[in-house]
């Protein structure tokens, strides 16, 4: 599938730090140390419908990754996923009469448009779940051949008994899990499952469903064995980072790593890292309950996309927190300045900025941290107090990279 069109990023005259990250898996702070490509994986839309803040928050925090990981010197291969064909699509698409294939194309490229406006940089393979079919057959085939899957009716389940590291990732105790199973897709209460936390892998086909030949019969793939498949081909076992929204902790990060651990006896990601949830109206953004807030309606509205980004950029990936028009607002008047900061070409000194953003976005993706010390830099030039016996005349040219290149703000 294609991806959208990378943004040019510049070359920076410094090098950052090595990037340390917060690690679900072992609930602290670990330093990524990649050897060769730093390589990640982050889940990608089920495209039923359009971008909204919480998607963009969420792709922004591993953009920054991503871009710390440059500036530290790594080339950087990235992974996403396009979940092409799942219930809440297919749901979608009898919901408003239109076929799922078009409205799944019709969201994907939407989304590009917002992922490409927000300059969010683009994965080297940007990759669906349908294209994926005989990738999801042949982990299957493994898992099957170890005597990790059975059936129940034409489904086929993956034993989360099989695998000895299951709950590692997410720490959870079982009642925790069973609630976010049940809550996020999962079948507790099926009949017949050996283990209620047991997933379904290969869905058999279903009336007025899509479906595709396999071994096993006619069917469709599970979520779970959609990005385990992909991540498997294109990165590896063991690669850095496996990142998404903080709702995938469990179950799905959970079982992509149980599927490979049993399939290849290797682990699936290094570091499990994962960006909070946004709230509006008082309650997480959410399809279900339709308090949205999406990237394309702003832009719509002219919204400049670089104060959308900078109000993202204002919370720390890992908290939740809640949108507000105010911020964006605030946003808009942060960006203004900043432009006019920088029109100025001379300023405060930009040289300890630039190594300030450097070292948050490498200390974990502090990207507040970071954009205070560019307001204070705003602040610093825009005011007249002692700014001439303390000009820096290369202020802007020295900052402009820097803020394109670590935080994607192009101005
Ligand atoms: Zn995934």
Known sequence: MRAWNAPGIPVLPVTGPPVVLHDTSTGGKVETSPEGPARLYVCGITPYDATHIGHA???IAFD?????WRSAGHDVRYVQNVTDVDDPLLERATKVGVDWVELAERETELFRHDMEALRVLPPAEYVGAVESIPLVIELIQRLDAGGSLYRVDTDLYFSVAADPAFGEESRYDRETMLRFFAERGGDPDRPGKKDPLD??????EREDEPSWDSPF???RPGWHIECAAIALQHLGTGFDVQGGGSDLVFPHHEMCAGHVQVATGEPFAKAYS???MVAYDGQKMSKSLGNLVFVSALR???IDPMAIRLALLRHHYRTDWEWTDDLLWTAVDDIANLRRA???GDGAPAAPVVQEVLAALADDLDAPRATAAIDAWVKATLGTDGLADNSDTEASMTLLPVLDAALGLSL
Do not use: F, I
């Open 217 to 219: 019969g006619k069917g």
């Open 300 to 302: 719509n509205s002219d």
């Open 64 to 68: 920054l990754l991503n871009r710390a």
């Open 57 to 59: 928050n969420t792709y």
């Open 342 to 344: 920088l029109a100025l």
């Open 274 to 276: 994962h960006a909070g």
């Open 199 to 204: 997933c379904v892998v290969w869905r058999g």
